[in-house]
């Protein structure tokens, strides 16, 4: 005989643990649009005053006299780099989530063209800037932006504005893929727009050649790949696998700008410098920065292990890991608007 039930006591509820494995997990509520606008607001402002206001700072703490127009070039460059980062990230993310096999159809909305239109606006201010010596208003007579076509800063700006708008025209085209070659040469020109140097010029181009195309395909690679897994909510293994491969490669990015960074400080900066200088200690903010990274990255790849029984774990730490990335592009801006230390002898 089987004991008498309750009918207003409530039905025990499942038990949680081994039996919920598996279970997929609801997507997270989006914001209310009030929130999401004061988050990009909050963003926007943010990324503009660290480049704007930055080299400022940094330099008038050491008393070191600050170059022409210092917080419009950080600026800018924070804009062309940013613009980088998205347009090659894009390439390489849509590339790896092709390598998904049974993947959902559909990938995210293509920023690519924006981000190159950003970049010439970003290019063609730098040009300004230069043929005003810092501001760009007086760069905006004609005999001024002549001459600045004569100088390596102008030269190499003019080149970029012109990939940035043929990378466009490719990004919007049907063949995506192509714009990859006048970003390479985008990257080139970062290269030998980097600081010039007095002696083996060759080997500081070869090593910001490495140091940028890695951090454009880690930074890039991983705002994409975040929004693929978006698009992808609802098939978690399709997203765990997405971000499984690149989480391989990702390792290997890491340690090219580890080691190309190391290099370059060691022929940029003398170590008596490093706290004195305002190239030290914005150098030392982007080390920072960087070793959090590394500690996200590390969280987010442990995570990812206990994704077959936690749908969407590394999600957080990868996002946190996008947000100090950008914060190590704006911080990477800074550092070349602030006057370079003398050369080790």
């Known amino acids: 005989m089987e004991p008498p039930t309750n009918p207003s006591r409530p039905a025990p509820r499942p038990p949680a643990g081994p039996l919920a494995v598996g279970r997929p997990c609801a997507p997270p509520a989006p914001l209310s649009p009030a929130r999401r606008a004061l988050a990009l607001t909050a963003s926007v402002a943010v990324a503009v005053l660290v480049p704007l206001l930055g080299t400022g700072l940094v330099v008038d703490e050491s008393y070191e006299v600050r170059l022409p127009g210092d917080g419009a070039t950080a600026l800018l460059r924070a804009v062309l780099l940013g613009a980088l ?26 920023w690519a063209v924006r981000a190159a239109w950003a970049g010439v606006a970003a290019a063609v ?34 080149l970029e504005a012109n990939a940035f708008l043929l990378a466009a025209l490719c990004a919007a085209s049907g063949r995506p893929g192509w714009a990859a070659v006048p970003l390479a040469a985008i990257v080139f020109g970062e290269a030998l727009r980097a600081h010039p140097e007095p002696y083996t010029p060759e080997v500081g181009t ?17 705002l994409h790949v975040l929004r693929t897994r978006w698009r992808w909510r609802h098939d978690a293994a399709a997203g765990r696998e997405l971000l499984t491969r690149y989480a391989r490669p990702a390792a290997l990015l ?11 400080t060691l022929r940029r900066l003398p ?75």
């Open 271 to 345: 170590l008596a410098e490093a706290f004195t200088s305002g190239y030290g200690r914005v150098l030392l903010a982007k080390l920072v920065l960087v070793l959090v990274v590394s500690g996200l990255a590390l969280a987010a790849r442990g995570r990812l292990r206990r994704e077959a029984a936690v749908p969407g774990a590394a999600t957080r730490p990868a996002r946190a890991e996008l947000v100090a990335l950008a914060a190590v592009v704006l911080v990477s801006a800074v550092l070349t608007a602030v006057p370079l230390p003398p050369a080790p002898v």
């Open 254 to 264: 890491f340690a090219a700008i580890t080691a190309t960074g190391v290099c370059s």
């Open 206 to 222: 070869a090593l910001t050649l490495v140091h940028l195309t890695a951090t454009a395909l880690w930074t890039g690679g991983l």
């Open 125 to 158: 201010g730098q040009l300004l800037l230069v043929a005003g010596s810092g501001s760009p208003v007086a760069g905006l007579s004609g005999p001024a932006l002549v001459e600045a076509y004569g100088t390596r800063p102008g030269l190499l700006a003019l």
């Open 85 to 110: 980062c998205v347009h090659v990230g894009e390439l390489a993310g849509a590339r790896l989530a092709r390598r998904v096999a049974g993947a959902p159809a559909g990938l995210p909305r293509s």
